[in-house]
């Protein structure tokens, strides 16, 4: 199975190539067979290259973003192209992780309108605005994932759900300094409001005792998820989703370093080393290799 790469999309579309950063997801798929390896990657880039279509900054023009959503609806037509066995030769790595692994059209359409929407909103009201949000972006993911890595029991699609919520509320935890900076507050205004913290303190970086209740707030929230997930997770399914369970556990001690930081993400951007990274992923191996 080839992989695709960032480039051939760029080529595909006619832009120039973007520089592409390593991600945790790249690491956790080191354990995976090498059919599933590829497929996993193709997908991954394809998905990063979609999100960073969208990646805009708060001086975008109305033309820029016209381009974005032109540039969306292209791959929106592509996506239709694969499916109806009408594909470009040089996406064959994505059409071949697509029929090979059945993975449904929608989660494609999903995720590129969760996208879209960044180009529209940059404010959320509520928390179950930000969690449609978190859906199409995050846990959409994680849906497309599973189908790759395999799976017995319905009930590990709502393991994948629930673990995309987990992961893109620690990211928005870690970012809140780095997307206030894009334009963008994904912390919900209703909680703000709970806990006397307003969007001109997080403009100006306020560190106080309302931005430790709130930072603490969501933190739990994210929490939550991370211990649904796991409890959708059969014995029987778990070892095809060692990828996952790295994932889960890199973010989770993501999660632990921003507590155990007093929630003062302003300073610096919190991260896991690569060591520790390398750690984690050893041991769930070998907790999958011994006792399952």
Known sequence: MKT??????????????????????????SFLSK???????????????????????????????????????????????VFNKNNNYKIIGLS??????????????T???????????????????????CYQVASIVG?????????????????????GYALQLTNILRDV????????IYLPREDMKRFGYSEEDLKNQVYNENFIQLMSFELQRARDYYHKARSF???????EMIAAAIMDEIYFRL???IELNDYNIWDKKIRVSSSHKLMIALKQWLAIKLFV
């Open 96 to 109: 071949e992780a697509i029929g090979n692994f059945e993975i449904p059209k929608q989660y494609f359409m």
């Open 4 to 29: 695709l790469t960032a480039n051939i999309l760029a080529e595909i579309e006619g832009v120039p190539p973007s520089k592409t950063q390593k991600s945790n997801f790249l690491y956790s798929f």
């Open 143 to 163: 849906l497309t994932c599973i189908e790759i890595f395999g799976y017995k029991h319905e009930e590990t699609k709502n393991y994948a759900i629930n673990l």
């Open 233 to 239: 997770l059969s014995s029987t399914d778990r070892p």
């Open 255 to 257: 999660l632990e370093k």
């Open 35 to 81: 059919d599933k390896k590829s497929a996993i990657n193709s997908i991954y880039v394809f998905f990063d290259y979609i999100d960073n279509i969208v990646d805009s900054s708060p001086n975008d023009s109305e033309d820029a973003i016209n381009i974005k959503m032109e540039r969306l609806d292209f791959w929106e037509n592509k996506i239709a192209d």
């Open 177 to 184: 300094r780095v997307d206030m900076e894009r334009g963008y």
């Open 111 to 133: 995720l590129i309108g969760g996208c879209r929407g960044d180009l529209t909103k940059n404010r959320y009201e509520t928390f179950e605005e930000l969690k449609q949000y």
